[in-house]
């Protein structure tokens, strides 16, 4: 069975940084290109970050361009999620997702931005 | 402001039927493949729909999806009461250079 388990959320001031992290199992996690989803209280869903399967190509929407930074350890089956400079706008639950058709989530992690 | 743009909300009571439209434009719908997302009250989005008018396996074919030209639609039959969650579209776009964009989402209610 495909899981995806997201970790790392937490109360964080402004400006602050967090790394959030997501253990995949069920499935070769090396054979699938990953993504990072987050959803503001009571909002839709916005994209953030994509990476290859191999982690050579990576993408970012620009609402997090410079201040994110998307990786993963297929040796570990994670992906990970650094987020720096945090603003009150990033708070959400950020997911994480599998392949380009995003055919699984995990069920989320909760980041909360505010002093 | 989404990309895409989906009604608000939809409505339908048990057993009528429902549709959801998505609209875009050449660079994202028009030239790319519609995804369709559900979200239960308190749940992940799950997919529901792939490359325009596939089922994943599980989702019963009371979900069916279209797209012609920029515009999608999700359109469900036999409305059940589990069915009320929020719908998303998706598709990736081209001018942007981003993998993927989404509908605002629409909530739909059984009555």
């Known amino acids: 069975e495909v899981q995806l388990a997201e970790s790392g959320g937490d109360l964080v001031q402004p400006g602050g940084s967090l790394r959030l992290s997501c253990v995949a199992s069920?499935?070769?996690?090396?054979?699938?290109?990953m993504n990072w989803i987050r959803q503001a209280p009571g909002k839709g869903l916005e994209w953030l970050a994509y990476?290859?399967?191999?982690?050579?190509?990576?993408y970012y929407a620009d609402s997090v361009k410079g201040r994110f930074t998307i990786s993963r350890d297929n040796a570990r089956n994670s992906l990970f999620l650094q987020m720096n400079t945090l603003r009150a706008e990033d708070t959400a639950i950020y997911y994480c997702?599998?392949?380009?058709?995003?055919?699984?989530w995990g069920r989320g992690t909760l980041v909360t931005v505010s002093s | 402001q989404s990309v895409l743009t989906q009604p608000p909300s939809a409505s339908g009571t048990p057993g009528q039927g429902v549709t959801i439209s998505c609209s875009g434009s050449?660079?994202?719908?028009?030239?790319?493949?519609v995804y369709w997302f559900q979200q239960l009250p308190g749940t992940a989005p799950k997919l529901l729909m792939f490359?325009?008018?596939q089922r994943p396996s599980g989702v019963p074919d009371r979900f069916s999806g279209s797209k012609s030209g920029t515009s999608a639609s999700l359109a469900i039959s036999g409305l059940r009461p589990e069915d009320e969650a929020d719908y998303y579209c998706?598709?990736?776009?081209?001018?942007?250079?981003?993998?993927?964009?989404f509908g605002g989402g629409t909530k739909l209610t059984v009555l």
């Open positions: 997702a599998r392949a380009y058709s995003l055919d699984f």
């Open positions: 069920g499935f070769t996690f090396s054979r699938y290109e």
């Open positions: 990476i290859s399967d191999s982690g050579g190509m990576i």
């Open positions: 050449n660079s994202n719908i028009g030239s790319n493949y």
């Open positions: 490359r325009n008018d």
């Open positions: 998706a598709s990736w776009d081209d001018s942007l250079r981003v993998p993927w964009v």
